[in-house]
């Protein structure tokens, strides 16, 4: 069910309907019976977009932006662990574990990038929000 609204100019009330999207519209006023008009409400849902997935849009970039802002350490136990979640992600995808952790973290699992590389990488990851950001 949709909840329509509707407004009417000759007694000044708004009002809402229950229906089924292919019912037909009641335009017609319950009060004075005259023609009213729809109302498009904050509610009202146009191909998938609401205010909650707005909402939930703007909460993902800001946790993005902090995490790419972030100038604390990441410890060994964080890398670890996202080793063994690649690794088993990349398994359950038939794909080569070996090949998918030296592509996120660079050469292979067990070398560590140097930290000019890490610094070329992090500016570019900046410049790319900085350039979301102006859009």
Request: charged residues 35%; proline residues 2%.
């Amino acid at each position: 069910m949709i909840i329509y609204s509707y407004a009417c100019d000759a007694c000044k009330i708004e009002y809402s309907v229950n229906q089924q999207i292919n019912d037909e519209h009641v335009f017609d006023c319950p009060k004075c019976k005259q023609r009213c008009r729809r109302l498009f409400t904050k509610h009202f849902i146009i191909h998938g977009w609401s205010a909650a997935n707005e909402l939930k849009e703007a909460e993902y970039e800001k946790k993005m932006w902090n995490a790419f802002t972030d100038e604390s350490e990441v410890t060994q136990t964080m890398v670890d662990t996202a080793k063994e979640q690649l690794t088993r992600r990349a398994e359950r995808r038939g794909e080569n574990p070996a090949e998918v952790v030296s592509e996120v973290f660079g050469g292979s699992a067990k070398q560590p990038r140097s930290k000019a590389d890490l610094a070329v990488k992090a500016k570019k990851q900046r410049e790319m929000i900085d350039r979301k950001e102006t859009l």
